[in-house]
């Protein structure tokens, strides 16, 4: 979205999106030591928060790790000591909108290229002298230019904010970049037509199965090893759907009753940045929000950053905070933890034997994303199971009007279909990417188990298997661990728990006979 910005002697301005990202500025509050050690993270330790097996909807493959540590990598770039001056940015749309302050990143999005980028913020405290003969070229979108910084003076301890962390600048040649680039698999696997081929199915009265395309096509070997999809929850998902129907009519109606109206993107970011403050991490990620997205969010690193993209299009009120708890509360402060651990790294997991984090790490994050609702229906995670099962027997027409038994609108049954089917090219013969039954195979597994885990030193562990921690706590690194504020209360969390497997339908015999 940011590929028209350049860097040299002069910033040349993108002239549109640019309201739809920012960092949650920080207060000026004290903040707490756990958040300063963020501060402390090196660039391979950032990465790994985000790129040790499956983290919300993005999968990097190992080789990228073999990649950073190659001994051909370029020489590490310096940073140059010359200051940047401070902008603060404000559109006119957004004068009405909850005080947020954003900040704004000069480099290509999603690219890795990192070498010349600079933040602009609004007020960066002990900010250096302002470098010389740098003008704005093309929109200024009201950009106002702050005034030159005094010289440079010692920042009182008790001053301290949360700095964002960014990965060494210059680490990764040109080839290294476009290679973590193509390592991405749930960005290689998403049809790059995708927009055309669903006109021409809704246009052929859904009859049609989409030919799929693909700007970097992932190796077959690597689909190979998602697109085997399992039965062994499939009544469970089943009856967890048909209950939500018994209950409401059609997903339409259970849909708007649980999840209420859709948010405004002002109101999202108010949202988020009330979220940020419970949890004591404003400031520390990026705020992405977008239409252009088969989920409804995604936690990643981009261009070094930790960045949380949401999509406006499913963003409900009652719904946003579940969302925040997957993502942020589960997800980034997992990762957070998982960075200071011995098995922080592809090796470090080998030397102690961990098992995969998955299923435990979704499913976690999907109990996450529906506590404390008045109705915790796992009907999300049921549909993905059953739509990812059907997928692997039916083509994509078939799944399509397969689907219409719990879902009516065709749109939304059409992204569980492209969901299911990415990484194919003719949709016409059965088969399925199969990561998406994982969220209720996690759930069950972590129900099942539920009054022998620890979830307060789950989380603390980091990228972890529910299986390991008994075995890891002793050797864990406990100084800096983030716990988010849902997990404070271990009775009332237990009692959420025991709410799902009511509204559910879920017994404890049931879930040891499968499990």
């Not at 739809?20 to 660039?43: F, G, R």
């Not at 469970?236 to 129907?245: D, G, N, P």
Request: hydrophobic fraction near 35%; glycine fraction near 6%; proline fraction near 6%.
């Amino acid at each position: 979205m940011l590929d028209s910005i350049k860097v040299t002697e002069m910033l040349h301005w993108p002239e549109l999106e640019q309201s739809k990202k920012c960092i949650l500025s920080p207060t000026d509050k004290p903040v707490s030591p756990s958040q300063v050690y963020l501060e402390k993270l090196s660039s391979s330790v950032l990465k790994d928060i985000f790129t040790t097996g499956t983290s919300s909807y993005n999968v990097l493959l190992q080789a990228e790790e073999e990649e950073r540590q190659s001994p051909k990598r370029s020489p590490p770039f310096r940073r140059t000591k010359r200051p940047v001056r401070s902008v603060s940015t404000c559109s006119r749309h957004e004068s009405r909108r909850p005080p947020i302050v954003p900040l704004l990143f000069l480099g290509r999005e999603g690219s890795g290229d990192t070498r010349h980028s600079r933040a602009l913020s609004g007020g960066v405290p002990c900010a250096p002298k302002s470098t010389q003969n740098i003008t704005l070229q093309g929109s200024t979108m009201g950009l106002a230019l702050r005034p030159a910084a005094r010289a440079k003076k010692p920042c009182p301890a008790s001053s301290a904010r949360t700095k964002l962390p960014s990965l060494t600048k210059g680490g990764l040649s040109r080839e290294a970049e476009n290679s973590v680039k193509k390592l991405c698999i749930l960005t290689a696997i998403k049809p790059s037509n995708v927009e055309r081929e669903k006109l021409r199915f809704f246009k052929s009265d859904f009859t049609y199965n989409p030919q799929f395309e693909y700007s970097n096509p992932v190796a077959p070997l690597v689909l190979i090893r998602h697109s085997s999809a399992s039965d062994r929850f499939l009544t469970q998902a089943v009856r967890i759907m048909e209950l939500a129907l018994k209950k409401y009519g059609n997903y339409e109606k259970f849909e708007q009753v649980t999840g209420g109206n859709l948010l405004s993107r002002s109101r999202i970011w108010y949202n988020v940045k009330k979220y940020m403050e419970k949890e004591g991490c404003v400031g520390e990620i990026v705020v992405h929000v977008t239409d252009d997205l088969l989920s409804r969010a995604s936690m990643t690193v981009v261009n070094g950053r930790p960045t949380l993209t949401i999509n406006i299009s499913t963003a409900r009120e009652h719904w946003l905070e579940g969302m925040l708890r997957h993502e942020i509360g589960t997800h980034y402060f997992r990762g957070i933890n998982n960075s200071q651990q011995p098995w922080s790294s592809s090796l470090g997991r080998r030397r102690h034997c961990l098992r995969p984090l998955n299923p435990t790490e979704e499913g976690l994050a999907s109990i996450h994303s529906v506590l404390y609702r008045r109705d915790p229906t796992l009907w999300r995670a049921a549909l993905l199971y059953y739509t990812v099962y059907q997928a692997g027997r039916m083509s994509f027409a078939q799944l399509f009007h397969s689907l219409g038994r719990f879902v009516q609108d065709p749109g939304t049954r059409w992204d569980y279909c492209v969901r299911a089917k990415r990484g194919q090219t003719d949709t016409e013969q059965p088969g399925c990417f199969s990561k998406d039954q994982v969220y209720l195979d996690g759930i069950l597994k972590i129900l099942r188990h539920r009054e022998k885990i620890d979830f307060q030193l789950l989380t603390a562990l980091g990228k972890v298997s529910f299986e390991d921690v008994e075995r890891l706590k002793g050797l864990a690194q406990m100084e800096h661990v983030r716990i988010p504020h849902f997990l404070q209360d271990r009775a009332g969390y237990a009692e959420q728990l025991e709410k799902i497997m009511e509204v559910n339908q879920l017994t404890d015999e049931e879930l040891r006979l499968l499990i």
